[in-house]
Nanobody, 122 residues
Framework: QLQLVESGGGLVQPGGSLRLSCAVSGFTLDYRAINWFRQAPGKEREGVSCISSSGSRIYFADSVKGRFTISRDNAKNTVYLQMNSLKPEDTGVYYC???????????????WGQGTQVTVSL
């Protein structure tokens, strides 16, 4: 059964860090790009980051550049989103999603995880 399962969300103070995990099953990471999206209350879903199937291409939204990193562990079938220097505007539900392709385009997703809540607040 093909699944993506996010974990690692929580409540953190501004300036803090969290590491989100996206554990995939039913397929391997070798052939599909994996993407992170987020959605804040009352706002549209936003593409945050992507890592290509080869791991050689990485994308970050301008709003998180320099603060977030993305990585993957093929042996564990897991993609990580390391989030540092968190701001209140980073609050939202974070989703990982599998692309139909191996390259990053933040579109054409075919499977989504259930999401994990990130709250940045004092």
């Amino acid at each position: 059964q093909l699944q993506l399962v996010e974990s690692g969300g929580g409540l953190v103070q501004p300036g803090g860090s969290l590491r989100l995990s996206c554990a995939v099953s039913g397929f391997t990471l070798d052939y599909r790009a994996i993407n992170w999206f987020r959605q804040a209350p009352g706002k549209e879903r936003e593409g945050v980051s992507c890592i290509s199937s080869s791991g050689s291409r990485i994308y970050f939204a301008d709003s998180v550049k320099g603060r977030f990193t993305i990585s993957r562990d093929n042996a564990k079938n897991t993609v990580y989103l390391q989030m540092n220097s968190l701001k209140p505007e980073d609050t939202g539900v974070y989703y990982c999603a599998r692309s139909r392709f191996g390259y990053c385009a933040l579109r054409d997703m075919d499977y989504w995880g259930q999401g994990t809540q990130v709250t940045v607040s004092l």
